[in-house]
């Protein structure tokens, strides 16, 4: 279900066209999601449900610009084992790949879609299993696609491992014991070099060239307290983002001077849940999570002592906790946002050009309500490992 825009009613027209907001409904609630980076399927994304139960759906919806309404197309929805912890679109703006969509849960999968007059539908291409001994594999948390090498993906698993997989030959290129306890996440920082978060509270740096070494970039200030988002920034790698579980502060790094953070975000007034560095300017960043809130950054003043700690630029508060955030790298004015079974597209409201007009960032005394999606992706993972048990 779509709905119209909701602009400044006393901005200009252009104002009003350019602020936005897109909802749509899902039957489900919805965790997964990711934005199509495609050029001929504008304003497309992936949705998935979060169900506490083996089957669960994946919906591809698209906004039609000309009526404000997200549709999803019932020809390309589909059942998937257990609710997917990540779904990413194949990296691939110049259309010159098939149409790939791949997702984690108990395997990697690779699915194409096909939407051509030849009739629109989604077919599985490939289960990638990196467990060769057995038919079960540790739970995925999290995957990274490599845009600098489309054909290497990067998984993060419960058994302490990353996978990194030749997804062109269906083979396993290199698979490491990443941590001491359970990897949450893994980001690609070039073509050869990821890093990833644990359990362990630690955030470690790989370099393929050598497979025997990694780099302890930082590690929580507290023993064993699990760190379990990271973003790493695309347009500046000497930076990348990380989420404490359970906390309401995003720790920003900076590669060159490991151990210490560059800064602290620390005015969201509940657990954070996503991060995302903007795609398009090195120095921006938005974080969403239990109070509602998602927030734009500007850290181009990091490493500067900021009196009473850095403040957002921009904020937009949703209907509930928000469990979900991407940016599209495409369409760098348009921000995706998650909660319970909603999903919002918004343009403008969180658009860093309009910094210089940004009014006050209002706090939002928010209860967390013990984080139902947490709890529910904590069963989630436990349910798929009873498999690999």
């Known amino acids: 279900m779509g709905v119209n825009s909701d602009p400044n009613q006393d901005g200009s027209d252009e104002q009003q066209r350019r602020s936005e907001i897109y909802t749509y409904e899902a039957p489900w609630h919805i965790y997964a999601m990711n934005w199509s980076v495609r050029k001929d399927k504008k304003y497309r994304l992936a949705i998935a449900s979060l169900l506490e139960q083996y089957p669960n759906r994946v919906e591809i919806v698209q906004l039609d610009d000309s009526t404000g309404e997200i549709r999803s197309d019932p020809a390309l929805s589909f059942d998937h084992p257990y609710p997917p912890t990540k779904l990413i679109f194949v990296p691939d703006k110049e259309c010159q790949r098939p149409d790939l969509l791949a997702s984690s849960s108990d395997f990697l999968r690779l699915w194409q879609i096909s939407d051509s007059d030849g009739g629109r539908r989604v077919e599985l291409k490939a289960l990638l299993n990196a467990n060769r001994n057995s038919e079960f594999s540790g739970p995925l948390t999290s995957f ?52 990833s978060v644990s359990a362990d509270g630690s955030v470690r740096v790989f370099d393929l060239r050598d497979k025997e070494h990694s780099t302890i970039i930082y590690e929580s200030s507290e023993p064993d307290t699990p760190l379990v988002r990271l973003g790493w920034n695309k347009q500046d790698p000497r930076y990348m983002a990380t989420i404490i579980m359970d906390s309401s502060k995003v720790v ?138």
């Open 252 to 389: 920003v790094l900076d590669i060159r001077f490991p151990t210490l953070p560059v800064v602290e975000l620390q005015r969201h007034q509940a657990s954070v849940n996503a991060i995302a560095w903007a795609p398009h300017s090195s120095c921006h960043i938005c974080t969403a999570g239990d109070d509602s809130q998602a927030l734009i950054w500007d850290l181009s003043s990091m490493g500067q002592p900021v009196e009473g700690g850095l403040d957002p630029i921009l904020a937009y508060t949703a209907g509930a906790e928000i469990e979900q955030l991407q940016w599209s790298s495409s369409q760098p004015d348009w921000v995706a946002i998650a909660f319970s079974n909603k999903l919002q597209i918004l343009r403008g409201y969180l658009k860093v050009s309009n910094v210089a007009s940004m009014a006050c960032v209002d706090s939002v005394s928010a209860e967390s309500h013990l984080i139902r999606l947490k709890l529910l992706w904590k069963l989630h993972i436990h349910t798929i490992s009873q498999n690999y048990v």
């Open 144 to 195: 990274d696609w490599n845009e600098a090498e489309p054909r290497r993906i990067g998984t993060s698993s419960i058994d302490t491992t990353c996978t990194i997989w030749d997804i062109e030959k269906e083979v396993v290129d290199t698979q490491l014991i990443a941590h001491d306890k359970e990897v949450y996440d893994i980001a690609w920082g070039g073509v050869g070099v990821f890093a």
